[in-house]
């Protein structure tokens, strides 16, 4: 892209240069010129000091450039920006293509997996009843989690997920030869613990959000292709 720039400001140049005012008065010249332009006309976009060339000009001097001269260099110079921004284009498609190519489509997948059990697992704890997601527990996990919820309804306790959002799912790590693994769950959420029979908050508060980091482990499922066994 640089040097298309450096090429069109080239051919600007030699416009400029072959552009030379055709004067009706002879050995009209002896201007002096600060900041570029040609005689008599402020055409490089700086001052122009041309006190010699008014007191010398005619009222038949024209600033009308060769038109041959101007059409060629402007062709040249927007032949050069084309060419430039084809290259960039199909230089960030590359790159696009590059990134698609090493994007492995198993760990896609994976992370959708992960982001849909999230849910499901937040959603069946809110309501105190994981019946709905059994299916991708582990044994060992789902007594747990399930001991857990009975101890909260027996202390009149439910806890309260607001605004939950799944902010990162990675840091995936494979175990035993890729029939587990691991991955790292970050999520924002107001979370708080109400008595059901007050509806009292005991514990957080309702305005603040909470921010969760735990590792997740998974292992191959007989029914679903992944089921979560740990949490750690």
């Known amino acids: 892209m640089k040097k298309a720039i450096i090429c069109l400001l080239f ?3 030699l416009c400029c240069t072959l552009t030379k005012p055709v004067s009706a008065f002879a050995g009209g010249g002896g201007a002096d010129y600060n900041g570029g332009g040609g005689n008599g006309g402020d055409t490089g976009g700086g001052t122009t000091h041309n006190d010699h060339w008014s007191d010398h000009s005619d ?13 060629f260099s402007l062709g040249v110079g927007a032949f050069v920006l084309f060419s430039g921004r084809k290259k960039y284009r199909s230089s960030s498609s590359r790159k696009e293509i590059d990134i698609l190519d090493y994007q492995n489509p198993e760990e896609v997948v994976i992370d959708q997996e992960v982001e849909k059990i999230f849910y ?80 009292r908050v005991i514990k957080g508060r309702k305005e603040e959000y909470g921010l969760l980091r735990e590792k997740w482990f998974f292992q191959k499922g007989s029914k679903e292709p992944w089921i979560l066994y740990r949490i750690k």
């Open 11 to 13: 051919s600007l140049l």
């Open 59 to 71: 009222s038949n001097t024209s600033n009308e450039s060769n038109p041959f001269a101007f059409l």
């Open 120 to 199: 499901l697992v937040q959603e069946a704890w809110q309501k105190q009843n994981l019946s709905s997601v059994e299916k991708y527990y582990g044994k060992e996990l789902l007594q747990l989690h399930t001991k857990k919820i009975t101890k909260m309804k027996n202390k009149h306790q439910k806890n309260i997920i607001e605004d939950l959002v799944l902010r990162k799912v990675g840091n995936l790590k494979w175990l035993e030869a890729h029939q587990k693994f691991s991955v790292e769950i970050e999520a924002r959420a107001i979370d708080y613990v109400v008595d059901t029979q007050s509806n």
